[in-house]
C-alpha cells in the first residue's frame, strides 16, 4: 500500500475524496449510503412522543434525479479505486436499495448475492398503515463476472455452527452500550450500523491485511470491525462531527493477535493432496482395509494410490462412487481407517499433510 496513507479518515465529499486515491487500492468497499428516505412529516408514537428518526440534512434530495446522479457518480468512483479481484457491499432499504441496484449493474457490476439483513429488533410501525419494517438489504457484487474474489466459504460456515451461511440474517440493530453517544447523551449518528453486521461482511469477503474503503464512514463502525480483525481501512466523512466521534472510537479499539484474526480457509484454496502421498509417505500402508460408513464397504489399499473392491479398482473417489451405485463421490470424506477400534475419514491424513506444506 505504498503511496497513500491508510487506517485513517479523509474529511470531505466522498466523491471527491476517493478521486484523490490511487485505482485499484479497495480489496473491499462498504458503503452505507444515504437512502432518500422521503420523509415528509414527523413520526410519532401512540403516546405523542416524538421519534427519533433519520431527518438529517445529508440524506435529503430534491428528486430522484438528484439521487441518482449522486449514487452513479460515487460508485463510479468506487469501481475505480476497487482491485480487479476486490468486492463492494452496499447497503440500503425498499427507499434507495432498488435504485442503487440497477445503477450498479448500468455500471458494469456483477451481483453476487443480494442479503437479507433481519433485524431482531426492529422499530415498531406506529401508525399501523403498513408492515413493520424490519429488514434491510446488502448488495454483495465484483467488478465482473469473470473475475476472482474473496469469500472465505468455510470461515462463514465456522460462523453459522457447520451449516452454510444463508443470506438471510438475523442480527439486532445498534442499541445498548454500542450505540455512541454525544455529550448531550443523544445519539451520535442516526444510522450507525451494529459492529456484528460489519463484522459478517469483513470476516466473509477479506483477508488479514486487507484495505476497507468506506465512502459513507459516519461514526466508523467499518474502521473499528476492520482494525480489530486485522484489516486496513480508509474511511471518507463529509461531517467534521461524525469523523471526530470516528476517529475517538477507533482510537480505543485493540487489534486482535495475529493468530487470532486468521480464518478457516476454503478447501479450494488449500493444497492439492493427491491419495497417493498418504500412501507412500506410510500413514496407510499397502494392504490397509478402509471401510464405508457403518462399515457397509471395504476395500484395500493398493501401493499406488488406488483402491480395490470385490469387483472393482479405481481412486478412492471412483471406488466410494461405485460400492454406493452412485455417479460421483467424496472419497476422503466416505472412506475410513480404523485406529485403536475407532473409525477415522482419511480426509484427516489428508489434513495433516497439508499442515506439513503449507
Keep these: 500500500m505504498a503511496g497513500h496513507k491508510v487506517d485513517c479518515v479523509i474529511e470531505g465529499d466522498c466523491v471527491q475524496g476517493m478521486r484523490t486515491l490511487p485505482d485499484g487500492i479497495a480489496d473491499l468497499v462498504f458503503a452505507d449510503p444515504p437512502y432518500n428516505l422521503q420523509l415528509r412529516q414527523e413520526l410519532r408514537r401512540p403516546d405523542q412522543s416524538k421519534v427519533d428518526a433519520v431527518d438529517d440534512e445529508w440524506d435529503q434530495f430534491s428528486s430522484f434525479a438528484d439521487y441518482d446522479r449522486f449514487t452513479r457518480e460515487w460508485l463510479t468512483e468506487a469501481r475505480r479505486v476497487m ?18 441496484g440497477a445503477i450498479l449493474q448500468d455500471l458494469g457490476f456483477w451481483i453476487l448475492n443480494d442479503v437479507v439483513w433481519r433485524k431482531t429488533n426492529p422499530m415498531p410501525n406506529f401508525r399501523g398503515r403498513r408492515f413493520t419494517n424490519a429488514h434491510e438489504t446488502l448488495i454483495w457484487a465484483t467488478k465482473n463476472p469473470k473475475q476472482q474474489y474473496t469469500f472465505n466459504y468455510e470461515a462463514m460456515k465456522a460462523l453459522n455452527d457447520e451449516l452454510q451461511m444463508r443470506s438471510d440474517w438475523n442480527l439486532p440493530i445498534c442499541a445498548g452500550h454500542e450505540r455512541i453517544k454525544g455529550a448531550d447523551g443523544q445519539k451520535a449518528h442516526s444510522t450507525q450500523k451494529p459492529e456484528s453486521l460489519l463484522h459478517r461482511v469483513i470476516v466473509s469477503s477479506t483477508k488479514p491485511g486487507d484495505l476497507v474503503i468506506d465512502p459513507f464512514f459516519g461514526s466508523g463502525t467499518t474502521g473499528a470491525v476492520a482494525k480489530r480483525l486485522g484489516r486496513h481501512f480508509i474511511g471518507l466523512e463529509r461531517d467534521r462531527t461524525y469523523a471526530k466521534v470516528a476517529r475517538d472510537r477507533i482510537a480505543s479499539v485493540n487489534r486482535a493477535p495475529d493468530d487470532a484474526i486468521e480464518v478457516t480457509k476454503s ?63 467424496n472419497g476422503w470424506t466416505f472412506w475410513q481407517y480404523e485406529n485403536e477400534g475407532k473409525l477415522i475419514p482419511i480426509d484427516v491424513l489428508r489434513q495433516q499433510l497439508r499442515a506439513t506444506i503449507s
Excluded at 278 to 296: A, I, S, Y
Design 267 to 329: 478447501k479450494r484454496a488449500e493444497p492439492r493432496i493427491p491419495f497417493g502421498w498418504v500412501v507412500e509417505r506410510g500413514l496407510l500402508p499397502p494392504g490397509t482395509v478402509l471401510h464405508g460408513t457403518q462399515k457397509r464397504h471395504r476395500a484395500k489399499v493398493r501401493a499406488d494410490g488406488t483402491l480395490v473392491t470385490a469387483d472393482a479398482t479405481g481412486s478412492i473417489h471412483q471406488m466410494g462412487a461405485h460400492v454406493q451405485g452412485l455417479d460421483a463421490c
Design 83 to 100: 482491485k480487479e479481484t476486490g468486492t463492494l457491499w452496499v447497503i440500503g432499504s425498499y427507499h434507495n436499495i432498488f435504485r442503487v
